[in-house]
């Protein structure tokens, strides 16, 4: 990319932004990376946007020099989705924090693209409505939209994807296109809403998102149930939900990602064994009748007694504690360097997946913690390194054997990472040529200059 046309790029912006644009090195070095393990790509300068005409202008300006645009909402992805691999602008939505509307008999709400799911569900606290999509981190929603974000809660409400009824995006040339109505369904049209989610800043900049909301249930309660073996613990993940129980939450944490979690968030009256964190919610008679199937089926696992957390500060506490993994496998092994793993399978195969991707740990010598959405067949290792080469390059043989074994079982390698640079290698493994084909066209039809994250996604076509 011609660093004369990005500086011309930007002696036009700065007459735009003023002093919402930044040169500044450490400005540009928090802009160079998300929370992964990547090598730092730093971009040429940082605007910051306030609304939908900001980042118009930007793009405009920026498309008819030639000059890459990465869009930054809150830092926290971890493929590489953040990293200027060609220089370039930054453009930092994080100012783009307000709550447009709620209409609460709809069940609905607007937003910009900067607003935090917490800072959004602090605003509705009072509604009696919740936005359920919980990644983890000070996601921002349109982040989130970028990435196709998930979590904890995707278990009973589905992920970012189910969650979005519009968008406002502004294309690579700078017009501003709305998609998607307040309405739960249309048959009018190309589906380009949820063509835009999980595009990852590739086909447009999501300014504004439409979202469904849900009604605060009635009743919760949380509980932590411990077994001695993993493959006990993996199959009671599997029956319940071959059960048809409409749980809240469950996740999956095997016995090293216990030891972690036990000395980092002081939870000290559990034990370092495969564990499982569940949440009901509903009114109180369905929540007793979840309750009730699940202890079953613990028991026929060999499951220990449910450990509860009935006051809503002890439930914060646990899924503080679930959310804060990252940081205790860190503390696990201070010094060391933490690389992300992700991958999911149908349910039917996740006793297969995780009992082996156990063996696969193993038998690299590393050290690399479970922790699993395990309702819907998603799970992560943090693969703990220690300083050196060598290690590194075991990490990541490590990686493509756990999603080797995922693929075999017609599994995915992101359930909610992304793609970013981590990935791409993979985007042919689990893509055919055709399907990547269409992918290239529908990116040259909608960035014809290859602005938008460039270097990103799409594997370069063999030659």
Known sequence: MSAEKIEAAIAELTMHFGDRLSR???????????????????????????????????????NAHRAPVIAFGGGTSLEGQLNAVEGGISVDLSRMNAVIEVNAGDLD?????????????????????????????????????????????????????ENVLGLTVVLADGHVMRVGRRVRKSAMGYDLTHLMIGSEGTLGIITEVQLRLHGTPETTAAAVCQFETLADCVETAVQVMQMGVPIGRMELLDDVQMDACIAYSKLDSYRPVPTMFFEFAGGPASVREQIETVEAIVAENKGAAFQWSTQPEERSALWKARHAVYWACLAY????????????????????????????????????????????????????????????????ALDRKLIARALSLDGSASGEHGVGLAKIEFMTDEHDAVALDVMRRIKTALDPNNILNPGKMLPPVAT
């Open 333 to 396: 092994r201070p010094g060391y360097t933490g690389i992300s793993t992700d991958a999911i399978v149908p349910i039917s195969a996740l006793t297969d997946m995780i009992l082996g991707a156990k063996r696969d740990i193993e038998a690299s010598g590393i050290t690399a913690p479970i922790v699993g959405h395990i309702g819907d067949g998603n799970f992560h290792t943090v693969m703990l390194v220690p300083p050196g080469q060598e290690w590194i390059e075991k990490a990541h």
């Open 109 to 161: 709400c607007r937003v910009q693209a900067g607003v935090t799911r917490q800072e959004l569900n602090v605003y509705l606290r009072d509604e009696g409505l919740f936005f359920p999509v919980d990644p983890g981190g000070e996601a921002t929603i349109g982040g989130m939209c970028a990435t196709r974000a998930s979590g904890t809660g995707a278990v009973r409400y589905g992920t970012i994807r």
């Open 24 to 62: 500044n090195m450490s400005m540009r070095e928090l802009h160079a990376h998300g929370e992964g393990y990547h090598e730092q790509h730093f971009p040429h300068a940082v605007v910051f946007a306030e609304n939908t005409e900001d980042v118009s202008v930007a793009l405009r300006i920026c």
